[in-house]
């Protein structure tokens, strides 16, 4: 494996209680907003901006001779009236594009809807514009996209929890999925705070993150097994101290590459895939940083919570200065090194 960092000796486990300070404010901050939007605000606004797959409209497919861009018609229709249009291009027919209007657009339900549609197009006379489909979405349809897209993200923590208990033990597994959940939590009160746009693709981007964070927690975890059985003498505060100093560079690599490729999606991608985007760019920071200071420190606490009941010998945690002259060994020598995991 690569490495771009060498003895690396950060007491991540000492920091715990500042990490899981920043999580927590930031968590609180992101609920109280979601929950001022929904209880207390003077307009009575949701608290998330929600899409028109969760929370109705009218989708209508519209197909062009010499279409234009897709922000030269989003342009037009917001031109008609219609701000909180969603444009989408249907890549396997070229000249085709889906526009997604929410009800509240539309007091007189579809027909208004497609007679603005309709005025917008007509800044487009010679690209031959024609409406080919209009589509209702209705409250009951999107309440039951709203169910199923919550259902399919807890469906997933618990298969993730399921397959690391198998793994490794189930307080590795717990300490994973707070650790997702963290991240998800925090990701969805960003969205609450800039009241950006939550639509299928987002649902698509957070069970992305799933994956991707678990990933993350599964190498620094089979690393840390993989030291104890090494470093028999050191505690367990130790040794993830040392496993998540030796798989820093290949976190630092791997989430690195594809932040870059999100930022590419951010500034490139447009309009439609805006959120999308956005979501797994504030997933992959955060869920990276989650992997390392938050799920690690409660799988050590968990443990030595488990020993002390047990009334098992446990040697107490050093909260600073923790590198052991064993600690040190290690990583001047460089023994436990990466393998199937890093």
Request: charged residues 15%; hydrophobic residues 50%.
């Amino acid at each position: 494996m690569i490495q771009i960092l060498h003895n690396v000796n950060i007491d991540w486990i000492g920091k715990r209680k500042f990490f899981i300070g920043i999580s927590v404010a930031l968590m609180l901050v992101g609920m109280g907003t979601a929950l001022y939007r929904h209880k207390f605000h003077p307009n009575g606004t949701e608290a998330f901006n929600l899409g028109v797959d969760f929370k109705g409209g009218t989708v209508i497919t519209v197909r062009f001779k010499q279409p234009p861009s897709a922000e030269q018609l989003r342009s037009a229709i917001q031109a008609a009236g219609i701000p909180d249009a969603v444009i989408q291009p249907v890549l396997d027919k070229p000249g085709e594009f889906l526009i997604k209007v929410p009800q509240s657009t539309a007091e007189t339900g579809v027909e208004v809807s497609r007679t603005q549609i309709g005025n917008a197009l007509n800044s487009f006379p010679n690209a031959g514009p024609e409406i080919v489909g209009t589509e209702a979405v209705g409250e009951i349809a999107s309440k039951q996209l709203k169910t199923q897209a919550v259902a399919v993200t807890i469906a997933a923590l618990i298969g993730m929890l399921i397959f690391i208990a198998f793994r490794f033990e189930w307080t590795y597994g717990a300490a994973a999925v707070i650790a997702v959940f963290h991240t998800v939590l925090v990701t969805l009160g960003l969205f609450s705070i800039f009241q950006i746009e939550i639509n299928l693709t987002v649902i698509a981007a957070l069970l992305t993150l799933v994956g991707f964070d678990v990933n993350d927690s599964i190498v620094v975890f089979d690393r840390i097994r993989e030291n104890r059985k090494l470093y028999r003498r050191l505690n367990l505060y130790d040794v993830s101290n040392l496993s998540i100093n030796q798989t820093l560079s290949r976190t630092i690599i791997t989430s690195g590459l594809v932040f870059l490729s999100v930022v590419a999606l951010v500034l490139l991608g447009g309009q439609t895939l805006r959120p999308f985007s956005l979501c797994l760019l504030m997933g992959i920071l955060f869920g990276t940083y989650s992997s390392i200071a938050i799920g690690t420190p409660i799988m050590v606490w968990w443990e030595r919570k488990l020993e002390a009941a047990n009334k098992l010998p446990a040697a107490s945690p050093r909260e600073s200065g923790f590198q052991t002259r064993s600690v040190a060994d290690a990583n001047r020598k460089g023994v436990g090194k990466p393998s199937r995991a890093a």
